[in-house]
C-alpha cells in the first residue's frame, strides 16, 4: 500500500513513538502500511516488539503490505468520548491476509452494516497534529 494519507482535522493524542515502532510511523508518513518480519524465522507481527515472540529473536526487517483486511471482530463505542473521533465509534479487529491482525477505527459505513467477515480497506489517516493512524473503511461496491 503506498497512498500518502488523506487529512484529517481531527487531533488524537501524541502517539508513543519508541525507538521499537519508529519504522511503522515512518512508513505511514510515507504513505506506507508495513508489518514487522522477524528475519531469523519470517513471523510477522504486529504491533511492533523489540522480539520475536516465535524464536526470541532480535533481528527484523519489514515488509509492505496490501492493504486488504476481513473484519474479525468489532465494538461500537460510546463513552468516554475522545474529541479527536466521532461518537458512537466502530473500533475493529481485522485480520490481513498476510496473517496478522490490526485494531483501527471503523468509517465510511454505518455501525448496523457492520458484519463480520466482511472485506474492508485499510487505510492511513493523517490527523491535525500530524499523527497518522490506520482507518479502517468499507470496500468499494461491497454490499452486506
Ligand atoms: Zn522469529
Redo the contacts with the bound molecule.
Sequence with gaps: MTNKPPERTSTVPRLVVTQDNQFWFDAAREGRLVIQR??????LRHPPAP???????F??DAVDAGGDATLHSYTVVHHPPDPAFEYPLAIGLADLPEGIRILADIAGLSHDRLVIGMPLRITLVRHGNGEILPQLQPVEGHRS
Design positions: 522477524c528475519t531469523n524465522c519470517a513471523e522480539a520475536c515472540a516465535a524464536c526470541h529473536s533481528d527484523w
